[in-house]
């Protein structure tokens, strides 16, 4: 049966699922004795555990599509019951696809999970799938376990996402470059980068609600206030609250910015741009957990909260 854009009622609106609000390593972090991890560990009430970065959205209430895949799916979909398999048959899924931002193990291994069969395509840069076919080869790996069709994005160019039958999804993707960063897996210092972290805007055709999603952000660009125009939500970069974060935490030789994140602190970070942005849902996501943020009880909690941003949780859903 066709199930595109065409006979949608047009009550139902595109629905967005926060599956997972934290960076890499999540929180509390498995080898992390940070003071939001150990508060989370202590049972904390002012600190919410978190999984590894990623996102659902459906125009239609029946398929989604995974922005990103973390190393948490298999959770994140449990604790999600529009991700359980449909009735009536015995194996099946809603997952209609998967959009990539970037190569990074946080984003890309949970595919490994969903290698038990089903047919859905993934969705990346052509830079992306090069990186995820070689240094890091999950999609060679994948191909011999399922249906796995890989199809490039082109920066800038606005997509008709397909539903694995071929028909429209009703859900329009553009990429957008947010950064010139490779993974550290990826050897060579002097490549070209285009293409190697992107955010996403995903368009509803039918109501032209618009999400931007962008994860990893390494400062405010002109491409990525011209992406938010007309957005009635940014998921954006919240890793760290200060440019020398990784520093004082010990966690890295580089700062914030040297890793690809904008920090949220600071006259060029990401709250005071947020803070004026016309559009409705502002919320921070792959957060680290060293970031002091998390701690609703702390300062950087209540100032982020009084400039009417939210500090994204796993859970948080909404429709656009
Ligand atoms: C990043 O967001 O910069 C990467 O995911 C870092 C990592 O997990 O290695
Ligand atoms: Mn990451
Ligand atoms: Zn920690």
Redesign the pocket.
């Known amino acids: 049966m066709h199930t595109g854009s065409a006979k949608r009622p047009c009550e139902i609106r595109m629905r967005v699922r926060i599956l997972g609000s934290a ?2 390593g999540g929180l509390p972090q498995w080898n992390c004795r940070c003071a939001n991890c150990e508060a989370v560990r202590a049972g904390s009430p002012d600190v919410q555990p978190r999984t590894q970065s990623s996102v659902a959205v459906s125009a239609d209430n029946r398929v989604w599509f995974l922005l990103n895949v973390s190393a948490d799916v298999r959770q994140q979909l449990l604790a999600f019951a529009e991700l359980w398999p449909p009735k009536p048959n015995r194996r099946g899924t809603t997952i209609g696809g998967c959009v990539l931002t970037d190569a ?3 984003h890309t291994s949970g595919l490994l999970q969903l290698r038990e069969g089903c047919h859905f395509g993934i969705f990346s840069t052509e830079l992306v799938h090069r990186w995820l076919s070689s240094h890091f080869p999950i999609g060679t790996i994948l191909a011999h376990f399922a249906d796995r069709p890989w199809a490039h994005l082109t920066l800038n160019d606005e997509l008709e996402l397909p539903l694995p039958d071929g028909n429209p999804s009703g859900l329009r993707v553009r990429a957008f470059e947010t950064a010139q960063d490779a993974p ?1 897996f990826v050897p060579g210092e002097n490549a070209d980068l285009t293409g190697g972290v992107i955010g996403l805007e995903i368009t509803d055709s039918v109501t032209g609600g618009k999400l931007v999603y962008a994860p ?1 952000v390494a400062a405010i660009s002109e491409t990525l206030r011209d992406a938010v125009r007309g957005a009635s939500c940014i998921l954006m970069d919240g ?1 760290f609250w200060s440019d020398d974060e990784p520093i004082q935490t010990g966690i890295s030789d580089e700062t914030a910015s040297q ?3 904008v920090p949220v602190q600071g006259p060029t970070g990401s709250l005071r741009w947020l803070t004026d942005l016309p559009v409705r849902r502002r919320i921070l996501v792959h957060i680290n957990n060293t970031n002091p943020m998390l701690d609703e009880s702390g300062p950087e909690w209540r100032i982020v909260t009084e400039c009417g941003v939210r500090v994204g949780v796993d859970g948080d859903e909404f429709e656009l």
């Open positions: 960076a890499g990074e193990i946080d550290c990893g890793t890793m690809g994140h």
